[in-house]
């Protein structure tokens, strides 16, 4: 499963690459009509998979069960992305910055030196 899971995501991302250009009315048919199958597919795989409910894998499909509406709301609303890459993106340049620079940052300066 987890060769086809990277293969519907990347089909997925191939959707989108192919929307990305187009009005919103066409992004969301093209979602319907390509991404939704395959959106269906992994869930119906997660229901029907037996697992211990205390295994990784049974704690990642209990996780996906708790997310679910949200994961598939790019389905039904064109102006929702496929994921949030691009908010990761503009966040890090506000909260990515290292730790050795947050502290040079906080360091106190002292003022340049004058030779009178």
């Not at 919103?24 to 997660?46: G, N, Y």
Request: zero cysteines.
């Amino acid at each position: 499963m987890k060769r086809q899971s990277r293969y519907s995501l990347a089909k997925r991302y191939a959707v989108e690459n192919e929307a990305k250009t187009g009005p919103p009315e066409d992004r969301l048919r093209l979602r319907q009509k390509r991404s939704k199958p395959i959106v269906q597919r992994i869930h119906d795989w997660a229901l029907s998979t037996d697992t211990l409910p205390q295994s990784s894998l049974g704690k990642a499909i209990a996780y996906l069960g708790g997310i679910w509406n949200g994961l598939r709301l790019f389905l039904d609303d064109p102006n929702v992305e496929i994921d949030n890459n691009g908010t990761e993106r503009a966040l890090r340049g506000i909260a990515g910055r290292t730790t050795a620079g947050r502290a040079r940052d906080a360091a106190p300066r002292s003022p340049p030196s004058s030779t009178a």
